[in-house]
Every structure is written in C-alpha cells, then in structure tokens.
C-alpha cells in the first residue's frame, strides 16, 4: 500500500492527517514500507538525528525501530 503515515514525535502513536497538518513540529510523516532504520530522526527537519540530540529533544524527535 502506497501512501504516508504520520507519526507525533511526542509519544511515537500514529495521528491523522489534519493532526498532522495542524502540528507540523512535533509530527513526522513516513512512507508506509518503508523500512527500519533503528535510528533516530528530527520531526522538524526529516534528517537522522545523533541518539544524544535525540536524548536531548525528545519532543521533536522520534526513534525509528
């Protein structure tokens, strides 16, 4: 299935699209299949984070498992 997922990089739980669209800082979108990194990413900006950036912002990053 192609498409997007949104994600709050506040509790890691899925959220709707208009969620999404209203809080654009602290919501990631990620393609559906799109595989797993294990590594930790910026809602803000998309790019992989350090894990102590992550540990640091916790708010506006999300941990890919």
């Known amino acids: 299935m192609s498409g997007k997922n949104y994600r709050s990089a506040k ?3 899925f959220v709707s699209k208009k969620t999404a669209q209203n809080r654009p800082a602290t919501t990631l979108s990620e393609a559906r299949d799109g595989g797993q990194t294990g ?3 910026s809602s803000k900006t ?3 984070v350090t894990d102590s950036y992550a540990k640091t912002h916790p708010s506006t990053t999300v941990k890919e498992k």
């Open 11 to 13: 509790t890691g739980q």
């Open 46 to 48: 998309g790019q992989f």
């Open 39 to 41: 590594r930790s990413r």
